[in-house]
Each structure stands twice: as structure tokens, then as C-alpha cells.
């Protein structure tokens, strides 16, 4: 299909109903060797969202890539690589844990665009999560849908990460660690888990550590970083893929002149930019 062909899309919605399960938090928390969990009642950390409210389609109606199959909501774009590209996420009242929670999803825009490492396609979602018929958090979702490695092509250069954290933290992903969250977001995409299909299919050099579990990461230590403030704002671009086999940091900085901000970012073992995100606070 042609670009023009995805304008039927915009403004296409959903609605998806969950109850925010204390054992599933729980068992992220056991997956984070916190010591404790969030308990019923209590808030869903930022970024905890995003283990709920996940397709569960029939075996019969998965993709080769372990995705459903296109088409449902998001529009059946053919190019196969496809990834959270990254998101703006307002956090507006908390979630507790084991309340009842909807999310209304529509389709802002879709784009088509062609480069250097071939065509591009990205998809803006909103998300709106409500309990009872309160706003919770109000999020934009950016996905890109791309196309093979082509053969012989040149890896994308790399950006170096920037300098001058006041907090870091190092992260050693296992394939254990990435089960554990393939399974509690019942994400079948097979980057993360299946190496032979990550290598041979999609051209990475090992499994693929989520975009969405880096920025959950960003977020707790944003929160860490600012224990007297509420995370009100966040903002994260996907700039290059962490991989199972080698450790990272997760890091943080003020921002000069404002107060109420962090610079985070996500950064390889070589000291390149995986993922840079903004965090703003304000007053509990």
C-alpha cells in the first residue's frame, strides 16, 4: 500500500478494559529484585502501565514475527521490522494496584518516509487510561514499522552519550530478565527471545532488550532521583538497541535552568546513546 492508502486509518479507536493485577505487579517487582511490592491501593509506578492492556489474540492470528498479525487496529503496514520507537507520557493521577482501568486508544497519524536504511513507516498512537472516569495518564505512542537490512549496508553511525551524570545505574540483561517481561506484557515478539530468528531474520546481533522495559528503567531512576517530587511528564526516543549479551547504564543529569527537569539517558557498553528521554516533576 501506498501512503495515501493509511488515511483511512486516522482516528480509528478502541477501547480495552483490565484490572491492574497485584500478582502481575508483584511478579515484575520479583523480576526487579525489589524487596517489596507495590500493594493493593497503593500507586503503579511510571511506566508500570505497559504490562496491562496487551493483545491476546489467538495463536491462529499471530505474525511470523511472534506480533498479532497486521490489521485489528493498527493498520496492516507489510514492512516487517517493526518496534516502539518511542512516546510522550503525561501522568495526570495515580493508578492504584487492583483497581478496575481502561485504555481508549486512537490513531493520530501515520507517516511514510524513505532513507538511507530504506522505507520507514510510523505510526502515532494516544492512550488514555481512565479509573473510574478519571484520567490517569495521557500518553502519544510512536511506532515504526521498517524495512530488511539491506545486504552489505552500513550499520547506522552512533551517537556518543552524553556526559555528566549525577546518577547512574548499570543493568545486566539476561534472557531470563527478557522472558520475564515478554511474558508478563505477553509480547511474542521474537527479537527478544528467539536468537536464531533475531540474527537470520531481522539482522541484529543478538536478542533485543525492550524499548519499553529501558524507558520503564529511565523512569524509575528519574523518580529515585527526585524522591521529594511527582513525575509529571516523560518523554523517550528509541536511538539504538541494547542487547541481551552486554551490560548498560541507565543514567541521569539536571538540567540547567530548570529545575523541575532531568536529561536521562540510556547508553551501550561503548558509551553510545540507546535511548535519551526528559523528566518532569512537580510538587507532591
Known amino acids: 500500500m501506498s501512503a495515501e492508502d493509511w488515511t483511512a486509518w486516522v482516528g480509528r479507536t478502541e477501547t480495552v478494559t483490565e484490572d491492574i493485577s497485584p500478582w502481575r505487579v508483584g ?14 491501593g497503593e500507586a503503579l509506578p511510571p511506566g508500570w502501565h505497559w504490562l496491562f492492556f496487551n493483545p491476546t489474540v489467538r495463536r491462529s492470528q499471530v505474525g511470523p514475527d511472534g506480533h498479532p498479525k497486521r490489521g485489528g487496529f493498527l493498520p496492516p503496514i507489510t514492512l516487517p521490522r517493526r518496534m516502539w520507537a518511542g512516546g510522550r507520557v503525561n501522568y495526570l493521577a495515580p493508578i ?18 524513505s532513507g538511507k536504511s530504506g522505507d520507514l513507516t510510523f505510526v ?15 500518553e502519544e505512542q510512536d511506532i515504526v514499522y ?14 556518543p552519550a552524553p556526559q555528566g551524570a549525577q546518577w547512574s545505574d548499570e543493568v545486566e540483561p539476561d534472557e ?5 517481561y515478554s511474558a508478563l506484557t505477553f509480547n511474542g515478539h521474537r527479537i527478544h527471545y528467539d536468537q536464531p530468528y533475531a ?6 546481533p543478538a536478542l533485543v532488550f525492550h524499548g519499553p522495559f529501558t524507558s520503564t528503567l529511565l523512569q524509575d531512576l528519574a523518580v529515585r532521583a527526585r524522591p521529594d517530587m511527582r513525575l509529571s511528564q516523560f518523554s523517550y526516543r528509541g536511538a539504538a538497541p541494547l542487547f541481551v549479551d552486554r551490560a548498560f547504564r541507565i543514567e541521569a543529569a539536571p538540567v ?13 557498553p561503548d558509551g553510545n546513546l540507546a535511548m535519551p528521554a526528559t523528566a518532569v516533576f512537580v510538587a507532591k
Open 146 to 159: 521498517r524495512s530488511p537490512p539491506l545486504p552489505g549496508a552500513s550499520p547506522p553511525p552512533k551517537t
Open 256 to 268: 540547567d535552568g530548570k529545575p523541575n527537569e532531568l536529561s536521562l539517558w540510556a547508553k551501550d
Open 124 to 138: 502515532t498512537v494516544r492512550h488514555v487510561v481512565e479509573v473510574d472516569g478519571v484520567r490517569c495518564v495521557d
Open 199 to 204: 540474527t537470520s531474520e531481522e539482522g541484529y
Open 176 to 180: 531470563v530478565l527478557l522472558f520475564r
Open 96 to 113: 492504584p494496584v487492583g483497581a478496575d482501568a481502561a485504555k481508549h486508544s486512537e490513531i493520530l497519524k501515520v507517516e511514510s518516509k
Open 27 to 40: 511478579a515484575f517487582a520479583a523480576s526487579l529484585d525489589w524487596e517489596r511490592a507495590p500493594a493493593r
